[in-house]
T-cell receptor
Framework: AQSVAQPEDQVNVAEGNPLTVKCTYS??????LFWYVQYPNRGLQFLLKYITGDNLVKGSYGFEAEFNKSQTSFHLKKPSALVSDSALYFCAVSFQTGANNLFFGTGTRLTVIP | NAGVMQNPRHLVRRRGQEARLRCSPMKGHSHVYWYRQLPEEGLKFMVY????????ESGMPKERFSAEFPKEGPSILRIQQVVRGDSAAYFC?????????????FGPGTRLTVT
């Protein structure tokens, strides 16, 4: 069965420190992996995606993510957190064949402490 | 280029009433997806439509829920005889192509409250 796991409901980090939001997946076949961010009472905004090629993907607002096939992970990272990064982050996966819909993790609430 | 539009943003219905949620995809996008987000949960896929066609409705409850995307006008998600458990945020997303590798663009959502 296809699934996406975000093992941490909440991540707290001090402003200026590096941040990591974890995501692991379980799929058959090769996945397409996405990160989205949701601010309060807003829709989801696309941050970045991994399709193929370089395992390190750079996205919006200074975020990046590393695809690790052996660990089936796609962790979101940023070298220096900003207070404005505080939001809800969702990892999602879709597939090369079959349905085009996204399967989402349960989300991780990131709080950046000034 | 306007983004994905959804209306209403907030909808309150009494149990047993009907709810109609509208979604206008981004210009040039002919693929529409509906997702439901329960409080403190991730989004769950409901239905995928192209113009005048339902492509995948595997995530939609079998009863009371229906969706359409007519040749002209917005996509509509319709919930008949709403119950309290239908209270959630409903998000629409669109994409220009029929490929899982392409990111979807999300609207601001409709927050349905059933009293």
């Amino acid at each position: 069965a296809q699934s996406v796991a975000q093992p941490e409901d909440q991540v707290n980090v001090a402003e200026g420190n590096p941040l990591t939001v974890k995501c692991t997946y379980s799929v058959s076949g090769n996945p397409y992996l996405f990160w989205y961010v949701q601010y309060p009472n807003r829709g989801l905004q696309f941050l970045l995606k991994y399709i193929t090629g370089d395992n390190l993907v750079k996205g919006s607002y200074g975020f990046e993510a590393e695809f690790n096939k052996s660990q089936t992970s796609f962790h979101l990272k940023k070298p220096s957190a900003l207070v404005s990064d505080s939001a809800l982050y969702f990892c999602a996966v879709s597939f090369q064949t079959g349905a085009n819909n996204l399967f989402f993790g349960t989300g991780t609430r990131l709080t950046v402490i000034p | 280029n306007a983004g994905v539009m959804q209306n209403p943003r907030h909808l309150v219905r009494r149990r047993g009433q009907e709810a109609r949620l509208r979604c206008s995809p981004m210009k040039g996008h002919s693929h529409v997806y509906w997702y439901r987000q329960l409080p403190e949960e991730g989004l769950k896929f409901m239905v995928y439509l192209q113009k005048e066609n339902i492509i995948d409705e595997s995530g939609m409850p079998k009863e009371r829920f229906s969706a359409e995307f007519p040749k002209e006008g917005p996509s509509i998600l319709r919930i008949q005889q709403v119950v309290r458990g239908d209270s959630a945020a409903y998000f629409c997303a669109s994409s220009p192509v029929d490929r899982g590798s392409f990111e979807q663009y999300f609207g601001p959502g409709t927050r349905l409250t059933v009293t």
